[in-house]
């Protein structure tokens, strides 16, 4: 079985910005995507569940025309916002629908992903269609502050018999890359790291910096073996 190399029309590894209106430092959502996307993110997903439905479509269609071309736009959960604003794919919480639900509502072309905490929800996520899995906490993390951390041997446990791409989530930082992606991670997904930085574009670049290192060294690694 060949390894994958793309999720959707983005390729390996990707760096997803996971972000909602609360999350950003400035509350300009628009300004810190677009810096974010400029700064290498290639899969932002928006996640706000304290706003409504409404104003979730809005901000959704405003972040599709920033990242059209450049980045995957997911829309965490919300199956209506992400058919409505034709999203590039949907995030699904571990306990949320079935993933062929999804799918039958989302059609074909739509990427969907899963977020898991576990080895078995991996592997039901890629029994069920699932095309990447988020997977985490796996450092202590502002947005989680009560989850316990997994480290990165969550990411060997679960990419041990799959060729899932995995995502690596919580408390992700320009110091840890090296480590979950040696691990197995296909890439990584922050919030804090990017929403939270005065200068959104920088922190990004330098994220996708460690990510690229970290992943020619894997590469290497695995030739050389």
Same mark, same amino acid.
């Given at each position: 079985?060949?390894?994958?190399?793309?999720?959707?029309?983005?390729r390996l590894p990707?760096?997803?910005?996971?972000?909602?209106?609360?999350? !950003?430092?400035?509350?300009?959502?628009? +300004?810190?995507?677009?810096?974010? #996307?400029?700064?290498?993110?290639s899969?932002?997903?928006l996640r706000? *569940?304290?706003?409504p439905?409404?104003?979730?479509?809005?901000?959704?269609?405003?972040?599709?025309? @920033?990242t059209? $071309?450049?980045?995957?736009?997911?829309?965490?959960?919300? #199956?209506d916002?992400?058919?409505a604003?034709?999203?590039?794919?949907?995030? @699904?919480?571990?306990?949320?629908?079935?993933?062929?639900i999804?799918?039958?509502?989302?059609?074909?072309?739509? #990427? %969907?992903?899963?977020?898991? *905490?576990? !080895?078995?929800?991996?592997?039901?996520? +890629?029994?069920?269609g699932?095309?990447?899995?988020?997977?985490?906490?796996?450092?202590?993390? =502002?947005? *989680?502050?009560?989850?316990?951390p997994a480290?990165?041997?969550? %990411?060997?446990?679960?990419?041990k018999d799959?060729?899932l791409?995995?995502?690596?989530?919580? $408390?992700?930082t !320009?110091?840890n890359?090296?480590d !979950?992606?040696?691990?197995?991670?296909?890439?990584?997904?922050v919030?804090s790291?990017?929403?939270q930085?005065?200068?959104?574009?920088a922190?990004?670049?330098?994220?996708t =910096? +460690?990510?690229?290192? =970290?992943?020619?060294?894997?590469?290497?690694?695995?030739?050389?073996?």
């Amino acid at each position: 079985m060949a390894l994958p190399t793309r999720i959707g029309r983005v390729r390996l590894p990707v760096l997803c910005f996971v972000v909602g209106k609360s999350d !950003v430092k400035n509350s300009d959502i628009e +300004a810190t995507v677009r810096d974010a #996307v400029a700064g290498g993110v290639s899969m932002v997903q928006l996640r706000d *569940h304290d706003v409504p439905a409404g104003e979730l479509l809005d901000i959704a269609r405003r972040l599709k025309a @920033i990242t059209r $071309g450049k980045a995957l736009l997911v829309i965490n959960d919300r #199956v209506d916002v992400a058919e409505a604003v034709e999203s590039d794919g949907i995030q @699904i919480p571990e306990q949320g629908l079935p993933t062929r639900i999804v799918r039958s509502i989302m059609g074909r072309y739509v #990427v %969907i992903g899963r977020s898991v *905490h576990g !080895v078995e929800a991996a592997q039901n996520a +890629a029994r069920e269609g699932a095309e990447y899995v988020i997977a985490g906490t796996i450092y202590k993390s =502002a947005s *989680h502050p009560d989850a316990e951390p997994a480290g990165p041997e969550l %990411i060997s446990a679960i990419t041990k018999d799959s060729f899932l791409p995995v995502l690596a989530i919580g $408390g992700i930082t !320009v110091d840890n890359i090296e480590d !979950v992606v040696k691990a197995g991670a296909d890439g990584v997904a922050v919030i804090s790291a990017i929403a939270q930085a005065d200068d959104p574009k920088a922190a990004a670049e330098a994220l996708t =910096a +460690a990510l690229k290192e =970290a992943w020619a060294n894997r590469g290497a690694a695995l030739a050389s073996a």
